[in-house]
């Protein structure tokens, strides 16, 4: 199976400030990856899909870019909304989907 | 827009079979796509156990495949998983999601999710 790896594994950023995410695939995954939201207690919600697409209704404060193996989430202007915790996605493998381990936004 | 709500026991005992169904109001299962399952241990991240295309073709996340049944009910509008033996490991929030693209891929919208508890 393609493991997925994030860093940070945590981070702590102010309002306003530019966030960058690393997501690093085991294997080539082309670019099939997308990225998500999740705040405690909630579902996760999909932010990006296909490494740079954004998904119909989120901010284009986010923005996705890689392929192949290594991968980015930049959060350009770090709002009070954006503290959450951020996963990865590989659905390169087909139908065997793995996730990165999480990178947690809090407030520093 | 298309919803999506698990449901089922919150408590489940060990070596017993977890049970849920989710619900998907707002399209119709049959027209197509494929329909998931992740689950999330507390304080951990997410894992995928398995997915079903819309005709009832099921694909299992090969650490889970044992023990996971995931089918497809058109005539209620739902889909459902069962897990087997489950171990207090199974301990975990259970979320349903679709993977409604061309490809199977990404998830969304999801569940809101359900904790399962498992114990005696």
């Known amino acids: 199976a393609i493991r997925m790896t994030q860093s940070p594994s945590s981070l702590s950023a102010s309002t306003g400030d530019r966030v960058t995410i690393t997501c690093r695939a085991s294997?080539?995954?082309?670019?099939?990856l997308a990225w998500y939201q999740q705040k405690p207690g909630k579902a996760p919600k999909l932010l990006i899909y296909?490494?740079?697409t954004l998904q119909s209704g989120v901010p284009s404060r986010f923005s996705g870019s890689g392929s192949g193996t290594d991968f980015t989430l930049t959060i350009s202007c770090l709002q009070s909304e954006d503290f959450a915790t951020y996963y990865c996605?590989?659905?390169?493998?087909?139908?065997?989907?793995?996730f990165g381990p999480g990178t947690k936004v809090d407030i520093k | 827009q298309v919803q999506l709500q698990e449901s089922g026991p919150g408590l489940v005992k060990p070596s017993e079979t977890l049970s849920l169904t989710c619900a998907v109001s707002?399209?119709?299962?049959?027209?197509?796509?494929?329909w998931g399952w992740i689950r999330q241990p507390p304080g951990k991240g997410l894992e995928w156990i398995g997915s079903?295309?819309?005709?009832?073709?099921?694909y299992y996340n090969p650490s889970l495949k044992s023990r996971v049944t995931i089918s497809v009910d058109t005539s209620k509008n739902q889909f459902s998983l069962k897990l087997s033996s489950v171990t207090a490991a199974d301990t975990a929030v259970y979320y349903c999601?679709?993977?409604?693209?061309?490809?199977?891929?990404?998830?969304?919208?999801w569940g809101q999710g359900t904790l399962v508890t498992v114990s005696s």
């Open positions: 999601a679709s993977q409604m693209a061309t490809i199977p891929g990404w998830f969304d919208p």
């Open positions: 294997q080539g995954i082309s670019s099939y």
């Open positions: 079903i295309y819309h005709s009832g073709s099921t």
């Open positions: 296909a490494a740079s």
């Open positions: 996605q590989q659905y390169y493998s087909y139908l065997l989907f793995t």
């Open positions: 707002g399209y119709s299962i049959s027209s197509g796509y494929y």
